[in-house]
């Protein structure tokens, strides 16, 4: 019987992760320079990765979903980033939307919104971060004034994944801009119907190129007040309330990333020729290895301790942080640590070692800074 890569895992989990890898094997990974080009995926890989179960694994299947758990999502995470695949935004559409929706939106909006993010109909994003606001979510500008039966926004957004391409994003808004964080509310924005609605730059980034991230201009933005996801004025709660499972997310990514990192050095070092043997056969070749793996393996006893909490609905957000601040800071001293061991090689962009390195330093800023992450921790002590 073949080991189970995962204590969280069982035989079905083992093959959605089986048949993830074969899908973006083929489908994802021959085009990442292409779609790192272009600075965003074909749109028509959504629909391909919708038709054989790759979205929103968790979401029930009267909601269009697969039925599984969290963990089947999670499966999928790691095999993508475990190819070093990075370019679909399935974090965002799947990791973090889909959750949203099935934990706030009322019976009618699960029904008209996720059957269409499980098809790949509809690509879907969440915009948090403004110009002026990151971490500190209190600080959003961004306004949707009451109308009768509608909201009318104005703002602006910045860095949001899967922007350009989104067909439905979940939008952060002040409705009560005297009232601090019990003004802040979430409001579901369909662009393809939204007069106002605006897709600025696609913007350049260090790593992860291929995945399209973009400003968003909201103006006098229409949308029903049926919209609403949840209660207005509890928006902030909400986001507080999954940002345990976001930093959980980026943790997984961590862990595979930092795994398949290592797993690659190895198999170079051995192969590699230099002083009259193999790379590996250095001492200190095989220390630096030594060490990594460790490293890497404490990393994922760890992150995979987190998931087991998580999907029995025990994990606070203060291990949350734990998890993501610890993995996402293994990553990058892992990744560098083999990447040195490639020599020029690891330079170079053709080594899934370079797309690595840059890829990996976004997870220290995004789902909370890791100097947010301590924070968090620290007030907890």
Known sequence: MRKRRFSWADDDIEALHDMATAFFHKELLPHEERF????????????KAGEVGLLCAAVPEEYGGGGGTHAHD????????????????????????????TTYGTEEQKRRWLPRMARGEYVAGIAMTEPGAGSDLKMLRTTARRDGDSYVINGAKTFISNGALADLLIVAVKT???????????????????????????LDKVGMRGQDTAELFFDDVRVPADNMLGDEGSGFGYLMKQLAHERLVVAVVAAADTEAAVSEAVDYTKQRQAFGGSL??????????????????VSRTFVDRCVEEHLVDELDGVTASMAKAFSTDVQGQVID???????????????????????ARIQRIYGGANEIMKELIARSL
């Open 36 to 47: 790192a080009a272009q600075k965003h995926v074909d749109r028509d890989l959504w629909w």
């Open 280 to 297: 590996f056969d250095l001492q200190n070749t095989r220390f630096e290895l030594a060490e990594c793996r460790t490293l890497a393996e």
């Open 337 to 359: 640590r083999c990447l040195q061991l490639f020599g020029g090689y690891g330079y170079m962009l053709e080594y899934p070692i370079a797309r690595r390195f840059i890829d």
């Open 74 to 101: 999670f499966a999928i995470f790691d095999a993508q980033y475990r190819l070093g695949a990075s370019s679909l935004g399935l974090i965002a559409h799947t990791g973090l939307v889909s959750p949203y929706l």
């Open 176 to 202: 009560d801009p005297a009232a601090g964080p019990r003004g802040i509310s979430l409001v579901v924005v369909e662009t393809k119907d939204a007069p106002g609605f605006s897709v600025g730059r696609t």
